[in-house]
């Protein structure tokens, strides 16, 4: 927010190319940022707001703050950090933390389109240059009622819904963006939210399914976080389980199979651009 108020898209470059020129010297490659998302109504009491890390109210500035940071952490990097735009489609307009409980926001595609999805239109098929264009979005764990202008129904959240994702994913800005190589991430899966989203009781959460429903909703990327299936279980353990877990299924389902074969070569595309050669063993 500090960056938005200065009005001046070429500050909020400068500060990008020095986090992309550090980020690199330190070796990463991959940044979770900047937030695309418009704080439409700001609510410093509520728990679901975004406080300073939006850069405007306004979807257009925030578009315009988006594209000059990007462009600054892939100069800085010289093209070696991937930029992870979130959170997509926008929660701006949660009542509520999506990491503690899945928000519901109660607006249609069209008002979505006008507002909340413009900032992500500018930096992916509206991008003016491939140094504005964010590499991936991160999908948030939100669902929408009226999405399609039914009120009366409402959407899984967004990272676990196929049928919304692809509708999404099918309008120009973002189509073109996507048939480019764009790269999806899925939000934290071991998220209070997700696990009561999937069981309300908090009894029971079973991290290999909802690793198969984020991968098949659209997600390439997991972000899987400090997952466990349950009390008595470590991450590492839990983890373990659903890589065996895809791989008999990857050997038994062919529809599972060739949605693992489009995330990986999309990750694997992302890679060869940001180093122009490497080992598939490192």
Known sequence: MAIGATWQPQLAEDVGQVLGHELSALGFNLLFGPSLDILENPNPEGPGDLGTRTFSGDPFWVGEMAKAYISGVHKG???????????????????????????????????L???????????????????STVDALLTSHIRYQGFQGNIRTTTRPISFDPQAFNLLMGLDPLKTWRDNGGVMVSDNLSNQAVRLFYDPTGQTYNASLVARDALLAGNDLLYLGNLASNDKEDAYST?????????????EDTAFAKRVDRAVLRILTLKYRLYGDFSLLQ
């Not at 389109?113 to 140094?131: D, M, R």
């Not at 373990?240 to 008999?248: L, Y």
């Open 113 to 131: 389109k006008q507002i909340e999805l413009t900032p992500f239109f500018t930096v992916t098929g509206s991008a003016p240059n491939p140094e």
């Open 77 to 111: 990097s010289q093209s070696r950090i991937a930029v992870v735009g979130k959170y997509f489609p926008g929660r701006g307009g949660s009542d509520r933390s999506p990491e503690v409980e899945v928000a519901t926001i109660r607006k249609s595609l069209d008002q």
């Open 239 to 251: 983890i373990i389980k659903i890589i065996d877990f895809f791989e008999q299924k990857y050997r």
